[in-house]
């Protein structure tokens, strides 16, 4: 019922999101990269998983292979921008 004491537990809780969200996921991307060596974006074939983005297909969904796909950064960047 303490205002202050929610806030701080609202905050501790949104930051720690945030860098779970930051945090790479090499062995997602080993995985994605094994189920298919190509950019989501632009269909061109991906040699290797260094540089290459993991791309959320739900941003309200976890980080999962069934929700991820992989992209050149600028594909990655260039799908963000067109979205908003």
């Known amino acids: 019922t ?3 004491r929610l806030h701080s537990v609202r905050r ?4 720690r999101l945030q860098l779970d969200e930051r945090k790479p996921h090499p062995k997602l991307k ?3 990269f094994g189920n298919s060596p190509y950019c989501y974006g ?3 074939e991906l ?6 983005n993991i791309h959320r297909l739900d941003s309200k969904k976890a980080y999962s ?3 991820c796909v992989l ?6 960047e260039s799908l963000h921008q067109a979205n908003g």
């Open 71 to 76: 992209m050149h950064g600028k594909c990655h």
């Open 30 to 32: 080993r995985q994605l």
């Open 47 to 52: 040699f290797g998983i260094e540089g290459i």
């Open 65 to 67: 292979l069934k929700n």
């Open 2 to 4: 303490d205002a202050d």
């Open 42 to 44: 632009c269909k061109e």
């Open 12 to 15: 501790y809780i949104f930051q």
